[in-house]
């Protein structure tokens, strides 16, 4: 099973929609495997976005990311980045479908309350930065396993 990497940003914290936003990824089947709230370190979130680094929007990306508690977490799952990145919706909330994280709860591009990991590399860089080997907990069975997956 693939590992994605989730993140609640501050709007989403500061909105009290932690709860909502976990609930949905559990609904659906999926294993949490590691989670915190961090206020991130600038030079974690210039790295976290260095694919736009050099872009207009950058640097306020940048300040907004580090400008209150995130939720960073690892879960796991059957094609979990695509299923994820679906779940989310899309960037500009404007386009973003009803029934989605972002097409449900936000409503401007630079308050998009959530991250998640665009693909299996992507996730692979992400988790490492943000967290150690040792708090990434993907070991385990879920007791739903069997009915949950075929
Ligand atoms: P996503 O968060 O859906 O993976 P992305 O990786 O393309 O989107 O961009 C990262 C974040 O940067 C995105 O959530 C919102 C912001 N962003 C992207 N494109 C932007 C733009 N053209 N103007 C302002 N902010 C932008
Ligand atoms: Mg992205």
Redesign the pocket.
């Known amino acids: 099973m693939g590992l994605t990497f989730i993140a609640i940003k501050p709007d989403g914290v500061h909105r009290g929609l932690v709860g909502e936003i976990i609930a949905r990824f559990e609904k659906r089947g999926l294993k949490l495997c590691a989670l915190k709230v961090v206020v991130p370190e600038k030079a974690i979130a210039e790295k976290h976005?260095e694919?736009?680094a050099g872009?207009?929007?950058y640097p306020?990306?940048v300040d907004y990311l580090c400008s209150g508690p995130i939720v960073a977490m690892v879960w796991s799952g059957k094609d979990v980045v695509a299923v994820t990145?679906k779940m989310?919706g899309?960037?500009?909330p404007a386009q973003s479908e009803p029934g989605t994280i972002r097409g449900d709860l936000a409503l401007d591009?630079?308050r998009?309350v959530?991250?998640?990991s665009?693909s299996d590399d992507s996730a692979q860089r992400e988790i490492k930065l943000w967290f150690k080997e040792e708090e990434v907990c993907s070991k385990y069975v879920k007791a739903d396993r069997m009915w949950v997956y075929e």
Do not use: Q, S
Request: net charge positive; charged share 25%.
């Open positions: 976005y694919e736009h872009k207009p929007f306020g990306l990145r989310i899309a960037t500009k591009m630079g998009n959530i991250h998640g665009d």
